[in-house]
């Protein structure tokens, strides 16, 4: 008995079931007609008259829309297929019957897909199935027009210098962890680095800690070095650290795990210091200050200093290894441009090892500055003052300034830089516990270019006494030490002649100390 058309077009379109997201829903089942509908509706290949020519010309036997299959029984074995298609003049362009299973995937694909509008003329060729629908990728973004699952738009992802996606670098190296490289690290490698690591921290130690050593090499280091120079040491030693590096991860590198952009951005992380740190305006006051605390014995700053880095790990071998790396760059580094410096200055004779003696750091720090002003290194003078090492307007023991110290050691760019670069004003009359004032020790020495810097502050006091000295005045000790340049330029700043020392006033002390040269400058100035 031969199916009915119904009873076969309702076996066909049993694939049409759609069901919702919860398997507890009902399905919803769709109709027959609508099912009819929605096929030739989308389809839309060829005229009502066209679709009644063919029945005719098959002799009433009912082609599925669907299965292409006849309706009214199986193909008769004494008519192959081929028969039909000759018959047919107008060829009809059917649709496979979609996949039973996956129906809610399928119609989330045709949702997706635009529908392209056929023709209505009826085509020769079977029309193509639709494309598949690449798989989303979240690192890329694909190109709208790709159907390849491996076309991926690399113009479409924005370029960034450190971003993720970025061929040749690692997500965790941009995170600060390094582990994946790592684990290629040479270990005997690291160990001739710390031992190396200590032996020039201890070479740095006893040069910066014998004489006057590390205030010459900050004045060279300002003053003697341009930026220049600087900048090529600097890319030296960083090159010569490229290839230490390189050597440590000789292993990963020949098996292709480790490549120079991982070494370059472990450098980078370990040595943050260069390029922008050394290179920048403050980059000679920085290298200075690490300089000092490698040479110290600030033991806080010096655990800080070699822990800057930007890493992240959870391997204690690999943390310790890291560390180790961050020293011998930093030490190497370091190290390389004081010999430099004592390379170029030929000091062949070994420094004086330091005192066993402890100081703490401000009694380092005034050592130094009052090393630095004697030696009239202005530079330096204003490092310790610009880093916040040394208070400006600090008093010694002694009661002395830093504007007396300058006077003492007979300075005068110091003096100068004391005076009109220092704000607010270090005072010049203050007097030290031998009740002198600066301009007192300045006429007393006799250094007229000392008086005439002290002389051009509004705030300096031409007549200050001295209570411990009978009241003398700058003036009484430039006359009794027959300073006449002195003299000239008290009395033309307007020192006041009637003052006395004791019993004499200045024309007294001139003739008691046979003064002639400066007693006529004093009776010329009445």
């Given amino acids: 008995m031969s199916r009915g058309v119904r009873d076969l077009r309702e076996l066909i379109c049993v694939s049409r079931l759609t069901f919702r997201n919860s398997d507890d829903e009902e399905p919803q089942f769709l109709t027959d007609d609508e099912v009819v509908a929605k096929d030739f509706d989308r389809l839309s290949v060829s005229s009502s008259d066209s679709v009644g020519g063919v029945e005719a010309t098959n002799g009433g036997r009912h082609i599925s829309p669907d299965s292409g299959c006849v309706t009214n029984g199986s193909t008769p074995p004494e008519l192959p297929m081929e028969e039909d298609t000759t018959l047919s003049t107008t060829p009809i362009i059917v649709k496979s019957p979609p996949v039973p299973t996956k129906v809610g995937r399928t119609r989330r694909k045709k949702k997706r897909a635009p529908h392209k509008v056929l023709s209505t003329e009826p085509s020769r060729h079977e029309l193509p199935k639709p494309p598949r629908i690449p798989p989303l990728r979240p690192r890329y973004k694909t190109s709208n027009s790709s159907d390849n699952d491996s076309d991926v738009d690399m113009e479409s992802c924005p370029v960034q210098r450190y971003g993720s996606h970025v061929t040749g670098f690692r997500k965790t190296q941009a995170e600060g962890n390094f582990d994946d490289i790592l684990c290629y690290m040479d270990a005997t490698v690291v160990s001739n680095w710390l031992e190396r690591a200590n032996k020039m921290v201890t070479e740095i130690t006893a040069y910066c800690n014998s004489d006057d050593s590390f205030v010459t090499f900050a004045h060279f280091w300002f003053t003697g070095f341009d930026d220049i120079q600087k900048i090529e040491l600097f890319d030296l030693e960083h090159s010569i650290l490229v290839e230490e590096m390189s050597f440590a991860f000789a292993v990963g590198k020949d098996q292709g795990k480790v490549n120079q952009r991982d070494l370059n951005n472990f450098i980078s992380a370990l040595f943050r210091e260069y390029p922008d740190k050394l290179l920048s305006t403050k980059?000679?006051?920085?290298?200075?200050?690490?300089?000092?605390?490698?040479?110290?014995?600030?033991?806080?700053?010096?655990?800080?200093?070699?822990?800057?880095?930007?890493?992240?790990?959870?391997?204690?071998?690999?943390?310790?290894?890291?560390?180790?790396?961050?020293?011998?760059?930093?030490?190497?580094?370091?190290?390389?441009?004081?010999?430099?410096?004592?390379?170029?200055?030929?000091?062949?004779?070994?420094?004086?090892?330091?005192?066993s003696q402890s100081h703490r750091e401000e009694d380092t720090n005034l050592r130094r500055i009052g090393q630095a002003i004697r030696l009239g290194f202005a530079d330096v003078v204003h490092y310790y003052f610009t880093e916040g090492h040394i208070k400006p307007h600090l008093v010694d023991p002694n009661g002395r300034t830093f504007v007396f110290s300058a006077v003492m050691y007979n300075q005068c760019g110091v003096l100068h830089y004391l005076i009109n670069r220092v704000k607010p004003m270090i005072d010049v009359n203050l007097a030290a516990d031998t009740g002198n004032t600066p301009l007192h020790a300045a006429a007393n020495s006799g250094n007229d270019r000392l008086v005439e810097v002290l002389l051009q502050c509004p705030q300096i006091n031409v007549n200050a006494i001295n209570p411990q000295c009978e009241n003398a005045t700058p003036l009484h000790?430039?006359?009794?030490?027959?300073?006449?340049?002195?003299?000239?330029?008290?009395?033309?700043?307007?020192?006041?002649?009637?003052?006395?020392?004791?019993?004499?006033?200045?024309?007294?002390?001139?003739?008691?100390?046979?003064?002639?040269?400066?007693?006529?400058?004093?009776?010329?100035?009445?």
């Fill in 477 to 526: 000790l430039a006359v009794m030490h027959g300073h006449r340049t002195v003299v000239e330029k008290l009395v033309k700043a307007k020192a006041d002649l009637s003052l006395k020392m004791g019993e004499l006033n200045a024309e007294d002390i001139a003739k008691q100390f046979d003064s002639y040269a400066t007693l006529r400058v004093l009776k010329d100035s009445v």
């Fill in 283 to 355: 980059g000679p006051n920085m290298f200075l200050n690490h300089l000092d605390v490698l040479s110290s014995q600030k033991h806080v700053q010096y655990k800080k200093l070699l822990s800057d880095v930007k890493c992240s790990t959870k391997n204690k071998q690999y943390a310790q290894w890291i560390l180790a790396t961050r020293s011998f760059a930093l030490v190497s580094v370091w190290s390389a441009v004081v010999n430099f410096y004592r390379n170029l200055l030929e000091k062949i004779s070994p420094s004086r090892p330091p005192s």
